[in-house]
């Protein structure tokens, strides 16, 4: 039977609806939800993609394992074995060590019931604090920043500003790639009012920059320089909203103290950009009749995060830039519930509703909510702290849910040891190749997105369902589920009672939920899931008896602090945690991709998303890669103090010199190295504790591997290859692994390796875990004096995959062959020299499959971006790539107006 789901996308901040197509229990298509608020049915490439990454059941978790002895194999397990064994080693610490030696470590990808269930677990059950999740990597410096300007959490702004805005300031934020529906909403507007200005912060030159009106291609870290120049601009000119200031605010005769060190001059030299072009910014801004910032991890992710939101919120206080249509700051979620988390106070450095955890009476409260009594005072450990009491031994016993540490945290090396020193480690996960998954001692498969339902709240506030179109496969289970039973269990062994889990649904954890928001500034007690249901998605406030959510905050200038006043700070600009030296000269900077989520441990199921960008790579300016002999495609080595990996060189004009850039989605599952967090730096910021992820200090050498091998197999289970491949990855100095569609719609696996050599043994096993025939099935050439070996794989007149070893001419026509699928003619040996073909085009609309070679051939016909998408089809659909194709008019000599 078909069935139509509504329900909403689980990857970035954006929330969009989606509707869900299933049938006989499996998920078969998606549309945009036409009445989202946040969307209004478009999706990006990633959205419309979802299906995709939950067809195959290959690489899921599918009941749960328990390891019986260290070092030994895990062992599949019954649920009730592996739910008694958790609370039992659990509450064993928990009595031996105290409630600190225990700690939970989650993520923005739960759900809302999820979160809350595993915060009342930690926080109302077992008393500590040690719960932090994959959001203080995300965005805690956006919280502190909200708190201690306005007094409360949570941004004043809502979507429908983005239409409002005369002037746009993206900081720190690449939102053509990571928000890219809110991206098409900010295209439309300026396309319908070119007066609409924008403004783009980014030390690189993106798509999005090369759209700007005015680009401030800072040097990385200087954000606070900016802004404070900006600032002293501002009041130089008379800028100001004088009487705002006077009736709303406190603090500004410090801050004005502060920026007077900071004339457009100095401010501009610390950044490195024009002056005029700074006082142009700040006269955009602030003379603006409605200007937005839009702000993400290129703010947060720094060790002097809070200063950099504080920063800009000045501006926008100054200048009276909030609490009206089109104006305010606006922090983007990264991802799809981090702001959930946060109502639920599901993090180290909170409690529920927004409550503090040092502030006597809102523990008070929420004794008395939850009929428990001696909630702990001491504050939990943020994650960098977390994993490194873990591998002090002071956290004995670590669970982790949803979210992948030995990829994503800073200086991953240190996350690894803790991992392995760790006495117990619990991961409940999708999906079984993740980095940490070898670390569980007891692994929990947990249902995945189409298969759970709750709630999430998006970058606005707003409140949306999230519902199961499919049963979960195997034993999967509901994250809340999970977390409730281990929680009735820890509560009958440590209390002898069992009334703090009493919930047998979503809906059930929602409601309690709801009641401790009351009469706080996130209060939802009119909110329902009937609510919810029936009026669609809601944002919050949304008391009882509201007809509906509250779309923006201060419009009064009335803010949640004590007196009512927002807080000016003054913020003097600090240096990057580790500055560059001759050792280490370059400023590594990371950053996303378009069709890659976070670990790609969904996106990376999906061939058709490798098609942007194949590989991971590092791009250097070109004047630095030609000083050191580097060429685009040269193998190199990026190391800092802590790590090093290999990647290939990518040559542009888009970093400035002495920056390099590395995507941060690549780890172990698609590399022989855990990715670029190997060298990343794990200083914090001192009031959110979000780390550095952004910036370290690199050096950049050739990597002098010179045996080569790309190896590839079409047919089969593509992912069942990765997983056989993924083990051998490591032990190449250079190894990557990627999934590809064939013209049959078929995927196919190409693997590409580096060394100074690999023994044979090695390489057998490679054949063998890509499923390579022997026998007749197989041609196989050797040149013993060379070190070079070929081997073809044929499928009656197919040729079904390859392995060229050594030397890797050819490897390029072989590749080309497996994805035409086309039948072979003429002899098989031939294979051995078909010619040498021209690197692939690169796929810019994955949509429509689209390569660069053909849009760049309508655009020097003269095509305008109209035409482009009703004869190509490009942009036509998501409009993720049209960013990219205009940016293309800029190197096509002949290129028309457009
Ligand atoms: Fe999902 Fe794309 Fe919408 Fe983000 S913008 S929620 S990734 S469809």
Known sequence: MKTVTRSTCCYCGVGCGVLVEAEDGRITGIAGDPDHPANFGRLCTKGRSLPLTVQSMTGRVLHPEIRTARGAKREAADWTSALDLVAQRFAQVIEQHGPDAVAFYISGQLLTEDYYVFNKLAKGLVKTNNIDTNSRLCMSSAVTGYKKAFGADGPPTCYEDLELAQTVLFAGSNMAYAHPVLFRRLEEAKAANPDVRWIVVDPRRTDMAAMADLHLAIQPGTDVALFNGMLHHLIWEGLLDRAYIDAHTVGFDALKALVREYPPRVAADICGIEEHALMQAAEWFGA???????????????????????????????????????????????????????????????????????????????????????????????????????????????????????????DIARVR????????????????????????????????????????????????????????????????????????????????????????????????????????????????????????????????????????????????????????????????????????????????????????????????????????????????????????????????????????????????????????????????????????????????????????????????????????????????????????????????????????????????????????????????????????????YRDARRGHEKRVAWRDNMIDGFMLAGGTNGAAALIDRLREAAPWSGPRHAVFVDGKRPPRDKVICNCKQVTQSQITAKIAEGADLAELKSTLGCGSVCGSCVPEIRRLYESVPAAAAH
């Open 288 to 410: 603006s009749p409605a200007a937005l910032s839009l702000y993400c991890m290129g703010l947060n992710q720094s060790s002097h995060g809070t200063d950099k939101n504080l920063a800009l919120i000045n501006l926008h206080l100054a200048a009276r830039q909030l609490g009206k249509p089109g104006a305010g700051p606006f922090s983007l979620t990264g991802q799809p519930n981090a702001m959930g988390g946060r109502e639920v106070g599901g993090m180290a450095t909170m409690l529920a509703a927004h409550r503090d955890i040092g502030n006597a009476e809102h523990r008070a409260e929420l004794e008395a909510l939850w009929g428990v009594s001696g909630l702990s005072d001491r504050p939990g450990l943020p994650a960098v702290e977390m994993f490194e009491a873990v591998r002090n031994g002071k956290i004995k016993a670590v669970w982790i849910a949803c979210t992948n540490p030995v990829h994503s945290m800073p």
């Open 417 to 780: 040891e803790a991992l392995a020193r760790a006495e117990f480690v619990v991961v409940q996960e999708a999906f079984a190749q993740t980095d940490t998954v070898p670390y569980a001692d007891v692994l929990l498969p947990a249902a995945s997105w189409g298969e759970k339902s709750g709630t999430v709240t998006n970058s606005e506030r707003r409140i949306s369902r999230v519902q199961a179109a499919v049963d979960a496969p195997g034993e999967a289970k509901p994250d809340w589920w999970i977390v409730n039973e281990v929680a009735r269990r820890i509560e009958a062994r440590l209390s002898s009672m069992s009334t703090l889990f009493p919930f047998d649904s979503p809906q059930a954890v929602f409601d309690e939920h709801r009641a401790l928001t009351v009469g706080r500034d996130l209060d939802i007690g009119g909110l329902s899931y009937a609510t919810l249901e029936a009026q669609g998605p809601q944002q919050w406030p949304f008391a009882a008896g509201a007809a509906h959510g509250q779309a923006r905050r201060y419009a009064d200038g009335t803010f949640a602090t004590g007196d009512g006043r927002a807080r000016f700070h003054a913020t003097p600009y600090l240096p990057v945690a580790e500055s560059v030296d001759a050792r280490y000269p370059f400023r590594l900077v990371t950053g996303r991709l378009r069709d890659q989520w976070h670990g790609m441990s969904r996106t990376g199921r999906v061939g058709a998303l490798f098609a942007h960008a194949p590989e991971p790579a590092l791009t250097m300016h070109r004047t630095d890669a030609a000083r050191r002999g580097l060429k685009d495609g040269d193998l190199v080595t990026v190391a800092s103090r802590r790590g090093a990996l290999v990647l290939p060189l990518q040559v542009s004009d888009d970093v400035a010199s002495g920056t390099v850039f590395a995507p941060m989605h690549w780890n172990g599952q698609f590399l022989n190295s855990g990715g670029i967090n190997e060298t990343t730096v794990p200083a914090v910021d001192p009031h959110s504790a979000q780390p550095e992820l952004k910036h370290a200090a690199v050096r950049v050498q050739a990597a002098d591997l010179p045996w080569r091998l790309v190896a590839a197999r079409r047919g089969g289970d593509a992912l069942a290859l990765q997983a056989a491949v993924q083990p051998l990855l490591r032990e190449r100095r250079y190894a990557s692994v990627r999934i590809e569609p064939d013209a049959d719609g078929n995927e196919m696996l190409i693997v590409s390796a580096a060394d100074l050599r690999a023994p044979a043994e090695w390489l057998n096993r490679l054949h063998d875990a890509l499923g390579l025939p022997h026998g007749e099935d197989l041609l196989e």
